[in-house]
């Protein structure tokens, strides 16, 4: 279990979270969706550990990790795909994929792996990781978070820019991963992903959770909310 | 206009204020001398951040055109019996000329090769100046007995009066480089700075515009060697060397770059530190470098940055 | 020749593009005509952002030709195409960062005038320039956030930012490189109505994975796979296409549009 | 071909000199201005430890004191501002100049020094007919041997991309678990420690006083600029290139010798702008 | 007037950084020797450290002559010197000269107001000439760093070797700050003269003779040249680079006079080592300047000046020196040493005066 309590988390003077108080467990897929600025990648950004929290705290199986470092974090098995891919530069493809490799025992996943489900990554593996197309590019960022094998799962809009087949395969992918006991904390603008792989949703506006619930919940109050959020902020 | 730069102008005003009064209290020339310092240096330094906190090229070439500079002053009334103020424009004209040449030269590279490019082309001027043109140079000797300014009947190898024609030079630059920032040419220059490739995409001219800066820059360099090479009555090759380079950077990121007391600030207490610190202590140069490192560690915006940042959020 | 009298806003030949052997583009050829909207579609590395690179002049192409209007642009660096009337977008957000939003789109509304006037006179006395800022802003939704840095905004605000700063010279001919990733869910419709808007009396190349707004928005839709033009068809055709299913739709059930 | 040989040593030498540099630049970024500090205080280390224990001990322990005094500095002065501009690690490394050439100055004071080395390795050899020095041999060795630990030890393993992914982008390499503190300080320690072996190397050869690195800084420049910064094998190759520039230019143009070095750099970064070995990003 | 000012202006850093600290000892040694004080009022000095930069030590003497001061002292390199020099003259404020050694100082640019008490290049090119025709040198190789001094030096030496029949086997001109001399040293070696003509100055030196040393040059060829080899560089150099190389000497320790042993005693007392030819002359030139100020007994710069224009120093610590009213230049004897390993109490390298030159086998008569 993967753990948010009480979490304030500000940028420079401007807070970003408010009491933020989030759970993953495994084999479970949790999507956070909210409107654009609502604290959602933030949200990631804190449970990886890249940003301190300055109120509240973190716990992976209820030992206290607040003040752990990122790369402890990431030898204690948590993943983030961040939003915005930071592929590593002045590295290949291939390079990128085994750097994700070196700090950690190895596991299901392998570099193979992972070119079996982008192939597209393999023909490109020797370019420069910053080179590939934008979809590449997160088909590498995808792949690199799978390859330090982790038990929580952090992905930041993690369709963001991939073809329509491709996103299958994201799919099917978060599915297999969820279902070797990986907990998944699913961050999405794209609906129809989390609507098919999440169980539970939680709906973040200002730093806050609003609303969380199950999937056979969503439909008409979720829609609803986002858009009543749309009307009363937007003039 | 916001805050900062108000804030910015106001007590770059009171500096010059504080000049004056500082002329007109003491006729002491040791005060006067490293008060004319200041102002050249700050010249130099503003013209460098023009390139460096504004369009966001770091360049180690500036001891060149600085150096040339105080040559096109030296030339212009050894070899060209000149005057002073036609000695000054042609200081600032030689060091355009060279800061644009380099600039043309390195005009297909940026970042960091950029500076190293610049820092090895002013280091290939150096030597050149150093052996192949010794003639004109004066070679390691360097040439003593370059002029002041004849005017009437004022007395300008007095620090006293010369102090007067830098201040005026001085006053100019200031204000010449405020409007220049707040200028749609400004603007273009931090656009260049902040994103070279979005600023391409929206029609700005990248290269021309980088060009520009830099012949904005080593002009201003050359006015400022020119009027150091008057006011020490002497330049040489050693003008020229890298290390002044560092020491305009120094200077600079101490006082905090992109803004205009920045660099004022900076050249005043890197030389008022030095004479301070080398009156009291026979381990100046280290305590020199201590403080560097203190500022940097503790004080990342600068001097006048952070003052200015900090109230300028009050 | 008048540029009006052209029927191709964008005619591309024989365009050949190679990093270091491998083929980015070969000999790709497309037109955009004039006053419609043209989808770019295909997989993920099929070259699409490659083709918006070389039409304005960011990557050197090996072979081939671009024209504008019927003039060669081939050999005119990115600021002479964009003065010519040619604006984009980026897919991977690109902007000031140090300025705020308004900031950002002053700047970007300067360089046509820039010219012309007195070179000296300060930024803020130019209102036009802030009015025109200020009318994009709200044009792109931004008009809360004028004075944030943005660094500091989120995600979908840099990417409202991002158009912004396509749409600032007022270009007639937009080329948009996903304008629509990450941008929030509940503000998709609306970032379709703008682009709708923007595409009135302009020529617009799009790069788009969402294929909801992609058979919305584009009169035609050119598939490109593997550096190479696949098909260009109308947007039905390409729905229906076996081959584009394969290789980039996928199960008909991710693609369908089910939501509103 | 003596002129060769020596252009060889001139170049090994100024490639031992520059390792440090380049390995400081490709892996941490950082412009490293203090690195002919750092080698002045190697020689002056040498210089004491030779006159206490000899030579081979200078060799041996001078490396690991400057590892010890770059880990102090790198703690200290640069791992706070890793996320400032690079400028400021620049101000760093300038302040650092001072202070370091402070701490020689008042332990070893202005004189120059010089260190003796073993009977063996003085005196010289004959080859094709010119009498070369044995201290030369033993330089183009020790540059051959520390090119090769580097070279396997940096560009071919694993190590290498680690520290690569620390410089270019610290904060995403920590999130795959890379301690990236430990790494920039370990380069750093080992940027110093080629430095301090570069000053024991050269004292024999070379002044050893104040400004000693002071001028030994710029070549190291054109060789890590030649190389297409940051690059081990482009260092080599730079190093070479300058040694035999150096060695032929002096043996027929004697006093156009510098005007030539800077020429060919210039020429370099002319032809091939990024250096002779680097690799470019994309941008949009 | 309160004190006698006087500005030292010397590189305390930099190249010459240890040239001007032993020249600041040797001053040093001179004031206390009359208890600081002259006519009646106690010295005050400032020394400032002029960075070996013509640019800084300009700077400085700027800002000492705005005070009011009695002497100036200084510079080490000749170009600094020469530029100081037209600030003196327009401040027209005495100022001693005991080290540069360019022959402009007291020739072609010479002023009322500077003095020189020691050597000149001129003397001691002609130094090197005697001291080859003297030793049977036949041929000689000439290295000689590239600048204007260096090449008029040069040119001087040639014609003088020439006049006495000695060949030049060749001449090589290279930057100052050359780091690596073996390819020089080897076409020197390899071109069948036996003896080389070593006119670089500064880190070259060092350079140049620690790497001469790698492969035995002094016991291959007769290596000589001006201010080439003393007791500090011996230290740099190393015994096998230095043992064997002659140098002219501006001054030596071992200079048989009363005045030279009580200075080397005082000095001795005071450092802890052995004054080196820096300090000698140093000491030597503000000693002899100081006695001459008190002698006119009144305060007056013109006067001190006038004074000193024609003194004779007949116990100076290399014997009578005399200043000459033409040019302000002191005329005097001239020394030529080798390199050798030193006995104990010495250091490790020590000169040895082989040769010593009258006045007038070393100076023209004055114009
Ligand atoms: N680096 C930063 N500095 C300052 N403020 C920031 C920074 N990053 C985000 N913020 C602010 O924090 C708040 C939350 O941003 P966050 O990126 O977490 O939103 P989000 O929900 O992920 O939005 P999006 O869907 O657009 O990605 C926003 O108001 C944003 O402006
Ligand atoms: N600068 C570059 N250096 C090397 N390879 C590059 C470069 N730019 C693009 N490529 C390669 O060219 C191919 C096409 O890239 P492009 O960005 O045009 O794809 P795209 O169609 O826009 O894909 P996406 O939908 O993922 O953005 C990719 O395989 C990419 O790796
Ligand atoms: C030995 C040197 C410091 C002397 C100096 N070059 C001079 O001009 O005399
Ligand atoms: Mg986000
Ligand atoms: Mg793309």
């Given at each position: ?235 | ?314 | ?260 | ?253 004697p006093d ?29 | ?102 022959d ?17 290049v001129a003397?001691e090119n002609?130094?090197i000439g005697?001291?080859a ?7 000689v190789y000439g290295i000689v760093s590239d600048y204007q001094v260096g090449r008029d030096m040069w040119a001087a030496l040639k014609a003088d070797l020439e ?5 030049v086997a060749g001449i090589d001109f290279t ?20 003896g080389l003509a070593l006119i670089v100055v ?22 000589m040249g001006t ?141």
């Open positions: 279990m993967l753990e948010l309590a009480d979490a304030d988390v500000f940028y420079g003077k401007a807070q970003a979270l408010h009491g933020i108080s989030i759970a993953c467990a495994p084999n479970e897929v949790l999507a956070l969706v909210g409107r654009n600025g609502a604290g959602k990648s933030t949200t990631l950004r804190a449970m990886m550990g890249q940003i301190p929290l300055r109120q509240g705290q973190r716990t992976l199986d209820g030992a206290d990790i607040t003040g752990l470092s990122l790369p402890d974090s990431s030898r204690r098995s948590i993943a983030l795909v961040p939003d915005s891919r930071d592929i590593i530069g002045g590295l290949s493809a291939e390079e990128n994929l085994l750097l994700a490799t070196l700090s950690h025992p190895p596991g299901h996943w392998t570099i193979e792996r992972v070119y079996s489900l982008f192939p597209r990554l393999r023909e490109r593996r020797r370019a420069q990781g910053t080179s590939l197309s934008g979809g590449e590019q997160q088909m590498l960022a995808i792949g690199r978070a799978l390859l330090t094998n982790p038990r929580y799962l952090l992905l930041d809009e993690p369709t963001e820019g991939l073809a329509p087949v491709i996103i299958e395969q994201i799919v099917a992918a978060i599915e297999f991963v969820s279902r070797s006991g990986v907990a998944v904390l699913l961050v999405e603008q794209n609906f129809r992903v989390p609507r098919r792989v999440a169980k539970r949703f939680c709906l973040l506006d200002s730093g806050r959770v609003v609303w969380s619930g199950g999937r056979d919940q969503i439909d008409d109050r979720l829609e609803a909310m986002l858009s009543g959020l749309h009307e009363g902020t937007h003039a | 206009m916001n805050r900062l730069e108000r804030l910015d102008i106001r007590l770059c005003l009171l500096a010059m204020a504080i000049l004056v009064a500082l002329r007109i209290g003491t006729r002491d020339e040791g005060i006067l001398l490293v008060a004319c310092l200041i102002m050249v240096w700050s010249i130099f330094a503003l013209g460098y951040d023009l390139v460096f906190g504004t369009t966001g090229i770091l360049s180690f070439g500036h001891a060149a055109f600085f150096g040339m500079g105080s040559f096109g002053m030296a030339w212009a009334q050894m070899h060209g019996g000149l005057p002073f103020s036609a000695g000054l424009v042609a200081a600032g004209l030689l060091g355009a000329l060279c800061a644009w040449v380099v600039s043309l030269i390195g005009s297909r590279i940026t970042g960091l090769f950029f500076s190293l490019l610049t820092l090895m082309l002013a280091e290939l001027m150096s030597i050149l100046m150093l052996t192949r043109l010794r003639g004109l140079s004066g070679g390691v000797d360097g040439l003593p007995g370059v002029a002041r300014p004849v005017w009437g009947e004022v007395d300008f190898f007095n620090n006293a009066n010369f102090f007067w024609v830098v201040f005026a030079v001085f006053v100019v630059v200031v204000l010449a480089c405020w409007v220049l920032r707040r200028s749609p040419l400004g603007q273009a220059f931090q656009a260049v700075r902040q994103n070279p490739v979005r600023a391409e995409q929206l029609g700005f001219g990248v290269r021309p515009l980088r060009q520009t800066a830099m012949a904005l820059s080593g002009g201003l360099s050359g006015v400022a060697g020119g009027l150091l090479a008057s006011l020490m009555m002497y330049t040489g090759p050693q003008m020229l060397n890298w290390k002044t380079s560092g020491d305009v950077l120094i200077m600079t990121l101490l006082g905090g770059s992109g803004t205009l007391l920045g660099p004022i600030v900076g050249v005043a207490f890197f030389e008022v530190l030095r004479e301070v610190l080398a009156a009291y202590s026979d381990y100046w140069y280290g305590l020199v470098g201590l403080v560097f490192i203190l500022c940097t560690l503790f004080l990342p915006q600068g001097l006048a940055g952070t003052a200015l940042h900090w109230w300028s959020k009050r | 020749m008048s540029a009006a009298s052209h029927t191709n806003a964008i005619a591309c030949s024989g365009v050949t593009v190679e990093f270091d052997g491998f083929v980015a583009l070969n000999d790709v050829a497309l037109d955009v005509p004039a006053g419609k909207t043209v989808a770019l579609i295909g997989p993920n590395g099929a070259g699409k952002t490659t083709l918006l690179n070389a039409i304005s002049g960011r990557v050197p192409m090996k072979s081939g030709r671009v024209e504008l209007w019927g003039d060669d642009i081939t050999r005119l660096p990115v600021a002479g195409r964009t003065r010519r009337g040619l604006g984009r977008s980026f897919q991977i957000i690109n902007l000031f960062q140090e300025m705020t939003t308004f900031e950002n789109l002053r700047v970007a509304a300067q360089p046509p005038r820039f010219n012309l006037q007195p070179f000296w006179r300060p930024v803020n006395r130019w209102s036009e320039l802030g009015d025109r800022a200020r009318e994009v802003a709200a044009v792109v939704g931004l008009s809360d956030v004028l004075d944030m840095p943005v660094a500091t905004l989120s995600h979908g605000r840099q990417r409202a930012v991002e158009l912004g700063l396509a749409l600032m010279a007022d270009p007639r001919v937009l080329l948009l490189d996903e304008p629509l990733a990450g941008v929030g869910h509940n503000e998709i419709a609306s970032t379709m109505e703008l682009i709708e808007r923007v595409r009135e009396n302009r020529t617009v190349l799009l790069v788009e994975h969402n294929m909801e707004v992609v058979m919305k928005l584009s009169d035609e839709i050119v598939v490109m796979m593997g550096g190479e033009v696949l098909m260009r068809g109308t947007p039905a055709e390409v729905r229906n296409d076996e081959r584009v299913k394969r290789a980039y739709l996928g199960d008909e059930e991710g693609t369908e549009a089910t939501h509103a | 071909m003596s002129t060769f040989v020596i252009g060889l040593s001139i170049g090994m030498l100024l490639f031992l000199l520059a390792a440090g540099l380049t390995l400081i630049f490709g892996m941490l970024r950082i412009i490293n201005f203090a690195h002919g500090a750092l080698y002045m205080l190697g020689a002056y280390l040498a210089f004491q430890i030779a006159l206490w224990l000899g030579f081979w001990w200078a060799l041996a322990l001078v490396p690991v004191l400057l590892a010890l005094v770059g880990v102090l500095i790198e703690r200290l002065t640069l791992r706070p501002i890793y996320k400032a501009p690079h400028e400021f690690q620049l101000l760093i490394t300038f302040g650092l100049i001072l202070v370091l050439e402070e701490v020689v100055r008042a332990t070893w004071g202005l004189s120059g020094k010089s260190i003796a080395v073993p009977g063996w390795l003085s005196g010289s050899v004959s080859l094709f007919d010119t009498d070369v020095s044995r201290y030369r041999l033993f330089v183009i060795f020790v540059g051959l041997l520390t090119m090769a630990v580097l070279l396997l030890g940096i560009e071919r393993s694993r190590i290498g991309l680690v520290i690569r992914s620390c410089s270019t982008h610290p904060l995403m390499a920590a999130t795959l678990g890379v301690r990236v503190d430990h790494v920039r300080t370990a380069v750093f320690a080992v940027g110093a420690a080629l430095a301090g072996l570069g000053g024991a190397m050269a004292g024999p050869m070379l002044p050893i006083q104040l400004q000693m690195g002071g001028t030994i800084i710029l070549d190291c420049f054109i060789v890590v600029i030649i190389g297409g910064l940051g690059n081990i094998r482009g260092a080599v190759v730079g190093a070479l290139l300058i040694g035999m520039t150096r060695a032929f230019g002096q043996q027929y143009l156009w010798i510098d005007t030539l070095t800077y020429a060919v750099l210039i020429a370099t970064l002319l032809l091939r702008p990024q250096g002779l070995f680097s690799k470019k990003e994309r941008l949009a | 007037q309160d004190a006698f000012r006087i500005a030292g202006i010397v590189p305390l850093s930099g190249a010459f950084g240890i040239i001007g600290e032993n020249m600041r000892r040797g001053a040093t040694i001179a004031f206390e020797e009359r208890n600081n004080r002259v006519l009646g009022k106690p010295i005050e000095v400032v020394w400032e450290d002029t960075e070996t930069s013509t640019q800084v030590a300009v700077q400085k003497t700027t800002r000492a002559l705005a005070r009011d001061t009695h002497t100036l002292f200084g510079e080490v390199s000749s170009g600094s010197t020469l530029a100081i020099m037209k600030l003196t003259e327009q401040r027209k404020v005495p100022h001693i000269i005991t080290l540069s050694a360019d402009r100082i007291t020739g072609a640019d010479k002023t009322r107001y500077a003095f020189r008490t020691s050597n000149t003397m002609r130094m005697e001291f025709r003297r030793q049977a040198v036949k041929k006049s006495k029949g000695i060949t930057p100052i700050g050359t780091k690596d001399y073996a390819i020089l040293l080897d076409k020197a070696m390899k071109s069948g003269a036996d500064g880190g070259d030196v060092t350079t140049s003779l620690k790497q001469g040393g790698e492969v035995g040059l002094p016991t291959k060829m007769k290596v201010m080439l080899m003393d007791e500090t560089q011996g230290q740099a150099v190393g015994g096998t680079g230095a043992l064997g190389v002659h140098s002219t000497l501006r001054y030596h320790f071992t200079q048989d006079t009363p005045r030279n042993k009580r200075f080397v005693a005082a000095y001795r007392a005071r450092y802890g080592e052995l004054p080196s030819q820096y300090a000698g002359e140093a000491y030597d030139g503000m000693s002899w300047w100081l006695d001459v100020v008190e002698s006119t007994g009144v305060w007056d710069k013109e006067k001190w000046v006038d004074a000193f224009r024609t003194s004779v120093r007949n116990d100076s610590v290399e014997g009578v020196k005399r200043m000459r009213a033409c040019d302000n230049q002191a005329d005097q004897m001239g020394l030529f040493g080798t390199a050798v390993a030193g006995g104990a109490g010495m250091p490790a390298v020590t000169m040895k005066v082989t040769e010593t030159f009258t006045s007038q086998d070393l100076f023209k008569a004055c114009n």
